[in-house]
């Protein structure tokens, strides 16, 4: 994988030039910064989807509270709970992630070393992500079981005579697995390989002296 990556980097500059030749040190710089620079568009432009969908999911689910019956402040305070386990840490990742795209590909004298500290953060950062996600659904999940259960109606995972405590755990443990394997493949598509692109142009700068 490692060395298609490489291959990669090469034969894209080959192909824009249209001959075959060894890269020179500016070429490769010049082609590296345009790869970098790619990478990170692909990550921005998924922070910034991830950014708006969550928005708009959150403003939904606003106008549902909204429209719960006033002085039932027990269904509000599980939304609240529900509101912020979702809300704090997903705002944290999204400010942190632009905020380190916001700084850009350094100069050509600092590139591998920034190249270096944009892909340790980037490691850190997804699998915190991944982990934090894997805590988080189940407890968020739970706070929907107490939500659900402070509103009248019929709703999925509201204890009933025909749901048990039992089959709501079963329930919860279900749509966890589903959503944490949903948010691995979410973050190998929107987030992993553009890492994997800026590791093959730190190798490449490496292998030529960087």
Same mark, same amino acid.
């Given at each position: 994988?490692? !060395?298609?990556?490489?291959?990669?980097?090469?034969?894209?500059? !080959?192909?824009?030039?249209?001959?075959?030749?060894?890269?020179?040190?500016?070429?490769?710089?010049?082609? @590296?910064? &345009?790869?970098?620079?790619?990478?990170? +568009?692909?990550?921005? &432009? !998924?922070?910034?989807?991830?950014? /708006?969908? =969550?928005?708009? +999911?959150? $403003?939904?689910?606003?106008? $549902? @509270?909204?429209r719960i019956a006033a002085g039932n402040g027990e269904a509000y305070l599980a939304a609240l709970q529900m509101t912020l386990l979702? /809300?704090?840490?997903?705002?944290? $990742?999204?400010?942190?992630?632009?905020?380190?795209?916001?700084? =850009?590909?350094?100069?050509?004298?600092?590139? +591998?070393?920034?190249?270096?500290?944009?892909?340790?953060?980037?490691?850190? +950062?997804?699998?915190?992500? $991944?982990? =934090?996600?894997?805590?988080?659904?189940?407890?968020?999940?739970?706070?929907?079981?107490?939500?659900?259960?402070?509103?009248?109606?019929?709703?999925?995972?509201?204890?009933?005579?025909?749901?048990?405590?039992?089959?709501?755990?079963?329930?919860?443990? =279900?749509?966890?697995? /589903?959503?944490? %394997? %949903? /948010?691995? *493949?979410?973050?190998?598509?929107?987030?992993?390989?553009? *890492?994997?692109?800026l590791k093959a142009c730190l190798r490449e700068l490496e292998e030529n002296g960087e």
């Amino acid at each position: 994988m490692k !060395n298609d990556e490489l291959d990669d980097l090469r034969a894209a500059w !080959n192909a824009a030039a249209g001959e075959q030749k060894d890269l020179s040190r500016e070429e490769l710089a010049l082609l @590296v910064r &345009r790869r970098a620079r790619s990478a990170y +568009a692909g990550i921005r &432009r !998924n922070l910034l989807l991830e950014a /708006v969908v =969550g928005s708009l +999911a959150m $403003f939904a689910w606003a106008y $549902f @509270v909204s429209r719960i019956a006033a002085g039932n402040g027990e269904a509000y305070l599980a939304a609240l709970q529900m509101t912020l386990l979702t /809300v704090l840490p997903l705002f944290f $990742f999204y400010y942190a992630g632009f905020r380190r795209l916001g700084r =850009g590909v350094a100069p050509e004298a600092g590139m +591998a070393s920034s190249l270096r500290r944009t892909i340790a953060y980037w490691d850190q +950062a997804l699998q915190l992500y $991944f982990w =934090g996600g894997a805590a988080m659904i189940p407890s968020f999940l739970l706070s929907s079981v107490w939500f659900v259960n402070s509103l009248g109606g019929s709703y999925l995972l509201k204890i009933t005579e025909h749901m048990s405590w039992a089959r709501i755990v079963a329930w919860i443990a =279900g749509i966890s697995a /589903v959503t944490i %394997f %949903f /948010v691995w *493949v979410s973050i190998q598509a929107g987030y992993a390989k553009h *890492v994997r692109h800026l590791k093959a142009c730190l190798r490449e700068l490496e292998e030529n002296g960087e």
